[in-house]
């Protein structure tokens, strides 16, 4: 067991508002919607989960469409025509079965597309954090989750019986004026770290500054404007999509 499941969902819950606000997740909400919405038009019964209604304004007018902030409760097989999983399949401890568990919902040719964080995520972050733990503790912990690269994710799609897959990312680069402003984007998404392994007790101070010592040395943007600089993070969004 990698992750705290229970951690995972409390922190989706308490981000409920915000994560419907996050500029980043409005932007891979809508490019999954547009790619649902380009489907050829024979699919008629659809369940999308890891979102609000109102994060997806086309698809949430389909009547038959069932949308889910969280896992939908379902037994039924074989029922339905689409289903499509948003940001929430990267949080995975069995990603085997908890990706074949999803295909079992499709009908024969029924389409599977799904959208999660991919390795390059915050590498900055992740980097910062290691060398400033190695210089106050002469250890680090993990803070950042491991995330799969793009072809560990085609390679499960086969795996678990999906058909005709494209797998595609999109690399996003956001910049911030400090520290504390990125580790507030990661909270109002719901992306705080659940590693089981995780150290429990509260970041210090110290620690932040050192962080934010090595981000600004190693991965600092062009100065925006006077004597102002910001530093720079990437997020790795990885797009599947397939056919049972």
């Known amino acids: 067991m990698l992750f705290d499941i229970n951690r995972v969902k409390e922190n989706k819950i308490r981000s409920r508002e ?7 997740l409005k932007r891979v909400f809508g490019d999954l919607e547009n790619r649902i919405l380009d489907l050829p038009q ?36 074989q029922s339905l025509d689409l289903y499509a999983n948003l940001m929430q399949l990267h949080w995975s401890n069995d990603p085997y ?36 733990e190695m210089k106050l503790f002469g250890a680090a912990s993990p803070r950042i989750s491991p995330l799969p690269e793009i072809r ?18 999109d690399i996003i680069k956001v910049s911030y004026k400090s520290i504390l402003d990125l580790f507030l984007d990661i909270k109002a998404m719901g992306e705080t770290n ?41 997020f790795e969004i990885i797009f599947l999509y397939g056919r049972k």
């Open 18 to 24: 915000s994560r419907s606000k996050s500029f980043l």
């Open 42 to 77: 024979g699919w008629k019964c659809g369940l999308i989960e890891g979102c609000r209604k109102n994060d997806l304004k086309e698809l949430s007018k389909i009547k038959k469409v069932t949308i889910s902030e969280l896992s939908h409760n379902t037994t039924e097989t």
């Open 97 to 132: 079965s908890d990706f074949f568990e999803k295909v079992k919902f499709l009908k024969t040719e029924g389409h599977f597309m799904c959208c999660l964080f991919g390795s390059e995520t915050l590498n900055e972050l992740r980097d910062s954090f290691f060398k400033a």
């Open 152 to 169: 560990d994710v085609g390679n499960l799609a086969a795996k678990v019986g999906l058909n005709n897959c494209v797998v595609d990312r």
């Open 194 to 234: 659940a590693i089981l392994e995780r150290r429990k007790s509260l970041t210090t101070k110290n620690l932040v500054q050192e962080v934010e010592k090595f981000y600004f040395k190693n991965y600092t943007d062009k100065k925006s404007r006077k004597d102002t600089y910001t530093i720079s993070a990437t």
